[in-house]
């Protein structure tokens, strides 16, 4: 059988954590499969403890066809632990995920690839284990993007919730999107050498000095991006808001404009706070996202 993904592991002489990091789960992903390639030839010559292991593009058949999904039309970060007997998506879910199992801490780096942009942050789920659940919030403050949230433990078939099954600590991080953002490679390789500092892997201390905003949200489903905001129906969504903007619950986001120049639906602010994500593709489908707002004033 043709191999799913390449994976590199890099070892030091010295004993230390098992790391395991990837990109390119979706295949419109592009900054964090670069820095993991740019990570491969750095950490040959500066990892001091320790192993990792580096998948930079964990979904090859999503990567090579320019789309999130592959031929068989499963997300990918909605079908771990997969099926290693299935289509070719769940065969991928189903050995990335043993990968998971077997390391001792996991960073999945991600961006809104075509359809959205996301203010860079980075995330990790509430785990109900408190040493988990602590070593995970000091990876993502190591991760050192402006934005770090925990949200709720209970979504499932993605990569992290792999990694809260088998008590691995596991981060992740949004990275812009809607276009090429070559500015992302450098921050997502500094925030990877972060986190190996804050285990010891390398030398030096983690910085977070670009950390703005340090929030967690237990609410169910809090950090389902695909379901925030969703169009009432279906038409070319018009912006009114930039990432960044605080809003108050009722404000006017934008509206959506139909197929024959009608305008359509407003699109109201469900919640107070900061504008997190915006839908970069303007036309959108009947319950396709269009916004996201964090608690944040």
Known sequence: MAELFSSHIIKASKEGPNGLIIAGVHGDEYEPVLAVLKLINQLKETLIAGSITLVPITNRNAYFSGARVGEDKLD????????????????????????????????????????????PLSGYMLHQDPSVLDTQRAMAAAFNLPIVWG?????????????????????????RGGGYR?????????????????????????????????????????????VMHPAPEEGIFIAQVDLGDSV???????????????KGADIIAQRSGMVFLKRAVPMAKAGDALAGILPIQ
Do not use: W
């Open 76 to 119: 990918l970060a909605r079908t771990c632990p997969g099926d290693s007997q299935g289509t070719i998506t769940q065969q991928v879910a189903a050995e990335i995920s043993e990968l998971i199992k077997k390391a001792d801490f996991f960073i999945d780096m991600h961006t809104g690839g075509d359809l959205f942009d996301i203010s």
């Open 248 to 262: 108050s619950e009722g404000d006017k986001l934008g509206y959506l404009l139909r197929e024959n120049g009608e």
């Open 151 to 175: 949200t709720s433990p209970e979504l499932e078939g993605r990569t992290l919730s792999v990694a809260r099954d088998a008590n691995v600590p596991a981060i992740y991080s949004e990275y």
């Open 182 to 226: 070559a500015e992302g490679v450098d921050d997502l390789v500094e925030g990877c050498e972060n986190v190996l500092k804050y285990f010891g892997m390398l030398p030096g201390q983690a910085s977070q000095a670009n950390i703005q905003y340090t929030l967690e949200d237990n609410k169910p489903g809090s950090g389902h991006l695909q």
